[in-house]
């Protein structure tokens, strides 16, 4: 968590955006028959997933197996997540009634959270824990799509057309966010990354109008818990001025830009995180290994940098190239 508060480390830490889970075969072992919703809600798989890259990685932080979707559907959206396609919402909101039925967050719909935290803090150890919960705009895509949508027509039809409402729906996301956050640190978790999918669609212009004020409150009411606050969005590259002003210590920077281009754009005052092409791990090791040098070199240019991929580990990744990884930031940072 040094480096999240921009202090001195011996070496640049690592961990990957889902490295619980997917590419792992112990993870598909543990999954097998099991719905990923069903899987966020019992104990035994999260901590069982949770510790699997801990395990099989030299990672210097643990990320809490769960879902984005976990707190809508424990407030009773009707809503899966279906294999090869994501999530997919039964009943599309797209009027005043809809975000009306979005009720509030309490810590008892997600008992499994704090249940699970607790346990795996007996488990790490010293290994830091990190929570996490999707960004208001993401969410509402998905609400008003009714699920994952190339072009955000519906949700920008929204946005532009009924401010009134998209403000509405905004709010009670947002409410829903920071009490399901608050769960997670109250448990016991050591940072939160809130996740910003699909809000790179959005131009700066609109970001400043209808998004930042919603994700600053999530930051502003999480600053007094004292644990470091990560944003991450995909595509964001020229928003990332503006996500910095949202309020986290650190920015998420996907593999579009170079970091440090990134600690050029972001506010003084922010760590940055990232920023491996995940893609880049189907190279051959040489590549890799130049590639990774770079981004730790240029991340060296920002207050703080936790090194990272520029989006979350895809299914087909080679476990072994990432534990190779993992040795080689940590190796190559410390010299």
């Given amino acids: 968590m040094l480096a999240?508060?921009?202090?001195?480390?011996?070496?640049?830490?690592?961990?990957?955006?889902?490295q619980a889970g997917r590419s792992l075969p112990e993870y598909l072992r543990v999954r097998e028959g099991v719905p990923m919703l069903e899987a966020c809600t019992r104990q035994d798989m999260i901590v069982e997933i949770t510790m699997q890259p801990v395990r099989r990685y030299a990672i210097d932080a643990a990320i809490f197996f769960s879902d984005i979707m976990v707190p809508l559907k424990a407030i009773g959206v009707d809503l899966d997540i279906k294999p090869g396609i994501g999530p997919v919402i039964a009943d599309p909101i797209r009027d005043a009634s809809g975000i009306d039925a979005i009720?509030?967050?309490?810590p008892d719909d997600v008992p499994y959270v704090t249940e699970s935290v607790r346990a795996l803090l007996g488990e790490?150890?010293?290994?830091p824990l990190i929570g996490f919960a999707g960004a208001p705009f993401t969410l509402a895509s998905y609400l008003i799509e009714g699920g994952p949508s190339r072009n955000h027509d519906h949700t920008k039809a929204m946005m532009y057309g009924a401010p009134e409402l998209w403000n509405r729906l905004m709010e009670r996301l947002t409410d829903m966010t920071i009490a399901y956050l608050k769960v997670q640190v109250a448990a016991g978790v050591s940072a939160i990354?809130?996740?910003d999918s699909w809000v790179g669609a959005v131009a700066p212009e609109d970001y400043r109008d209808s998004v930042l004020p919603h994700t600053s409150r999530?930051?502003?009411?999480?600053?007094?818990?004292?644990v470091p606050r990560i944003h991450f969005g995909v595509g964001t590259g020229e928003l990332l001025g503006l996500m910095g002003e949202a309020g986290a210590d650190v920015v998420g920077v996907d593999w579009r830009v170079p970091?440090?281009?990134?600690?050029?754009?972001?506010?003084?005052?922010?760590?940055?995180?990232?920023?491996?092409?995940p893609a880049m791990l189907f190279a051959p090791w040489e590549t890799i290994e130049r590639r990774a040098k770079d981004v730790i070199d240029r991340g060296r240019t920002a207050e703080g940098h936790v090194f990272n991929l520029g989006h979350g580990v895809t299914p087909t990744i080679d476990?072994?190239?990432?534990?190779?990884?993992?040795?080689f930031v940590h190796e190559y940072s410390a010299r």
């Fill in 103 to 106: 009720r509030e967050l309490t």
């Fill in 4 to 18: 999240c508060r921009r202090e001195p480390v011996p070496h640049t830490p690592v961990w990957f955006m889902r």
């Fill in 259 to 277: 970091l440090d281009e990134a600690a050029r754009r972001v506010p003084p005052g922010k760590a940055l995180q990232g920023n491996l092409d």
């Fill in 193 to 195: 990354q809130l996740f």
């Fill in 218 to 226: 999530i930051f502003r009411e999480i600053e007094s818990l004292g």
């Fill in 124 to 127: 790490l150890g010293s290994t």
């Fill in 319 to 327: 476990p072994d190239v990432l534990a190779r990884l993992a040795e």
